[in-house]
């Protein structure tokens, strides 16, 4: 294509649970792709560096530190994204809670608090975010799922019920947006090496008895097919690919990358 027609317009991103791991490294290299970022944490440190980060790379952005179980919250934050710069073309909604807890001994409190991110935020960020997109007849939303779904595990089980409730709102959301030629997908990683999952597997190795951790974490890896841990901005590409160069036909999709965990 001739460089002179070429759409060198920056797109607009807004990308929650940013102030660490995948969320940062998502934002990141959507900064290098030539977008404006926006990014969202309730840890206003963290988003700190990833704004740093960000700088690094030229592009614009945009430090939003706000808790999205509020209500309100995230559609204050796509607002903030629309007065900047006009729009949002791309939300990748990142943000996530979870707390290993046995089944039979689950409280309000975690149910609630796991629900209300993982579920009632994201589905009021694609909300605020898609009427926005209709308008413009276009746009791109990405929901982080997980294996995790679509798997019986009692000691998670707050954490999985919320990410079946993610992948139902990414195929309604889908359907609901597709006369406007918005695409909305969601991508399910497999074990990653962040903050969120070391937490979360030490809790669950103590959970189960396990004393010895990097033996309970080494047992874990040798079950993934491929053999290893997936890294941060492997996944984060995946992610970037779906924001940027999945093909327009490609919508209601569950993009799987868990290293042969995750087999449908």
């Given at each position: 294509?001739?460089?002179?027609?070429?759409?060198?317009?920056?797109?607009?991103?807004?990308?929650t649970?940013?102030?660490?791991?995948l969320?940062?490294e998502?934002?990141?290299?959507?900064?290098?792709?030539?977008?404006?970022?926006?990014?969202?944490?309730?840890?206003?440190?963290?988003?700190?560096?990833?704004?740093?980060?960000?700088?690094?790379?030229?592009?614009?952005?945009?430090?939003?530190?706000?808790?999205?179980?509020?209500?309100?919250?995230?559609?204050a934050?796509?607002?903030?994204?629309?007065?900047?710069?006009?729009?949002?073309?791309?939300?990748?909604n990142?943000?996530?809670?979870?707390?290993?807890?046995?089944?039979?001994?689950?409280?309000?409190?975690?149910?609630?608090?796991t629900?209300?991110?993982?579920?009632?935020?994201?589905?009021?960020?694609?909300?605020?975010?898609?009427?926005?997109?209709?308008?413009?007849r276009?746009?791109?939303?990405?929901?982080?799922?997980?294996?995790?779904?679509?798997?019986?595990?009692?000691?998670?089980?707050a954490?999985?019920?919320?990410?079946?409730?993610?992948?139902?709102?990414?195929?309604?959301?889908?359907?609901?947006?597709?006369?406007?030629?918005?695409?909305?997908?969601?991508?399910?990683?497999?074990?990653?090496?962040?903050?969120?999952q070391?937490?979360?597997?030490?809790?669950l190795?103590?959970?189960?008895?396990?004393?010895?951790?990097?033996?309970?974490?080494?047992?874990?890896?040798?079950?993934?097919?491929?053999?290893?841990?997936?890294e941060?901005?492997?996944?984060?590409?995946?992610?970037?690919?779906?924001?940027?160069?999945?093909?327009?036909?490609?919508?209601?999709?569950?993009?799987?990358?868990?290293g042969?965990?995750?087999?449908?």
């Amino acid at each position: 294509m001739p460089a002179e027609i070429l759409d060198t317009t920056p797109r607009r991103a807004l990308v929650t649970g940013a102030a660490g791991g995948l969320g940062r490294e998502v934002a990141i290299q959507l900064a290098r792709r030539n977008c404006v970022v926006a990014v969202t944490d309730i840890n206003g440190e963290g988003l700190a560096e990833t704004i740093r980060r960000i700088g690094e790379t030229g592009a614009e952005s945009e430090r939003i530190v706000s808790d999205f179980t509020g209500e309100g919250a995230p559609e204050a934050a796509v607002e903030k994204v629309v007065t900047r710069w006009g729009g949002i073309d791309i939300l990748v909604n990142n943000a996530g809670y979870g707390v290993i807890e046995p089944f039979l001994d689950a409280t309000y409190k975690s149910w609630t608090r796991t629900l209300a991110l993982n579920v009632t935020a994201l589905a009021m960020a694609c909300k605020a975010a898609g009427r926005v997109m209709r308008e413009q007849r276009s746009g791109r939303i990405i929901n982080i799922t997980s294996p995790g779904s679509r798997m019986a595990l009692p000691d998670y089980t707050a954490y999985t019920a919320s990410k079946a409730g993610v992948d139902s709102i990414t195929r309604a959301a889908a359907v609901a947006l597709a006369p406007y030629g918005v695409l909305v997908n969601s991508l399910a990683p497999g074990m990653m090496d962040t903050e969120m999952q070391r937490s979360t597997e030490a809790d669950l190795a103590r959970a189960n008895g396990r004393n010895d951790l990097q033996a309970f974490l080494d047992e874990r890896t040798r079950r993934i097919p491929l053999g290893r841990r997936a890294e941060i901005a492997e996944v984060a590409e995946a992610v970037v690919w779906l924001c940027l160069d999945a093909p327009d036909y490609m919508t209601a999709e569950r993009l799987n990358m868990s290293g042969g965990l995750d087999k449908d």
